[in-house]
């Protein structure tokens, strides 16, 4: 058994795994990690985003196991169908193009862009363990930026679909991950080393295997990480450490900060040097199941803007839980979190057009998105009662 169950009972020990733990010592959060070999890109995550085709909140995952190296399928993310979610549909759940979006003032990311996306699985051999990751590419000339998005606790990769499909149809090739789960041995801190053996040496390796899908496609140069509860944790620990001065910023989702083997990220945040932002929520905060809150107000996203030195941005999703930063019909034990009374779509929907808005400013230089998001519908979104935004 691993460390969490030797902590407490099985119950404690276990939402204490899945970031649902008293604040500072229980383990990690909730999120998604690997996609079942090689899915389409920007089906699966168009259920999720426009509320036609969301699950059970709680609904197992359907992974079918890791596929061989290189399994390429394309998807057409570049060409949104009707139906998929865009910047507008917090308001009136339809769909609308994206020119009509940025007129408004919310900017373009919550519709998908031009690229077509396919995704490809592969086997990565770092010094602490061997995973298996699944790149979502763009079908645009040249090398792009990357982003590696980090799983929360017992979370498949297929639950952050939504973020991979929308950032790769703008041109930024996107890595997920399955965690590894409740009775693997690796540590938080193992994680971020992944990550770090990742931004290091396997993109640039990669990119220069002419047999690889990724040959050519990687610009190891413009790298940002993102996470999801304890993934949010192991992106910073990543950026703070072993990738530090190789990434240019990161994005938390709800991310919860517990200390797991003597680690937090809020030690030394404020000295990571890049631009970070986080969109979370208050209502797993306190209380949840069995007394333990998802993402304790004292390790929570609020906590680690508080450490972060400027530039930062804390989002503040209204009425939203802990389960809803990720594709409902691919998370895992997401019961024993309090449920909130925002829409699943919306807030989905808003947390994948943000993530998208900041790595296009950091990656691709869209100074139009803002320091705090105003290029990006944040005032439209306060004035809605959709989310609560500051800044420094």
């Not at 496609?217 to 450490?241: F, I, M, N, W």
């Not at 004292?298 to 400027?310: G, H, I, K, T």
């Not at 024993?336 to 790595?359: D, H, I, M, P």
Request: net charge negative; aromatic share 6%; with cysteine.
């Amino acid at each position: 058994m691993s460390r969490y169950l030797r902590r407490a009972s099985f119950t404690s020990a276990l939402l204490a795994a899945l970031g649902c733990g008293g604040s500072s010592g229980a383990g990690g959060g909730s999120a998604a990690g690997h996609d079942s070999g090689a899915v389409v890109a920007d089906t699966g995550a168009r259920g999720a985003l426009d509320g036609s085709g969301g699950g059970p909140r709680d609904a197992a995952p359907s992974d079918s196991g890791a596929a061989s190296d290189h399994a390429v399928t394309t998807s057409d993310a570049g060409h949104p169908a009707p139906g998929d979610a865009t910047v507008d549909a917090r308001t009136d759940g339809g769909s609308h193009p994206a020119a009509d979006a940025a007129t408004a003032g919310m900017g373009p990311y919550g519709s998908a862009g031009s690229n077509t996306v396919t995704t490809a699985t592969f086997q990565v051999v770092s010094p602490a363990d061997t995973f298996t990751t699944t790149a979502y590419i763009p079908s645009g000339a040249g090398a792009h930026p990357v982003v590696i998005l980090s799983s929360g606790f017992e979370q498949k990769g297929a639950g952050y679909a939504p973020y991979a499909s929308r950032l790769a149809s703008w041109g930024i090739v996107t890595l997920l991950r399955d965690d590894p789960g409740l009775l693997s041995s690796l540590t938080v801190t193992d994680l971020a080393s992944d990550v770090a053996y990742v931004v290091n040496t396997w993109l640039s390796t990669t990119s220069s295997d002419a047999s690889s899908a990724l040959h050519g496609k990687v610009d190891a140069t413009k790298v940002g990480l993102a996470g999801h509860s304890r993934g949010g944790q192991v992106a910073l620990l990543a950026a703070e450490g072993g990738a530090k001065g190789k990434i240019l910023g990161v994005f938390g989702l709800d991310p919860v900060d517990t200390l797991t083997n003597n680690v937090e990220a809020r030690t030394t945040l404020a000295s990571v040097g890049v631009p970070v932002a986080f969109v979370g929520e208050t209502t797993d905060s306190s209380g949840g199941v069995g007394g333990q809150p998802c993402a304790p107000a004292a390790d929570n996203f609020l906590v680690l803007f508080q450490a972060a030195a400027s530039p930062a941005v804390a989002i503040t999703s209204v009425h939203a839980d802990h389960t809803m930063y990720e594709d409902p019909t691919a998370c895992t034990l997401c019961s024993f979190c309090t449920a909130g009374t925002a829409s699943q779509a919306e807030v989905l929907a808003t947390s994948v057009r943000y993530a998208t808005a900041f790595f296009a400013r950091q990656l691709l230089g869209d100074a139009s998105v803002g320091a705090a998001f105003v290029g990006a519908g944040a005032n439209q979104d306060v004035a809605a009662g959709v989310i609560q935004i500051e800044s420094k």
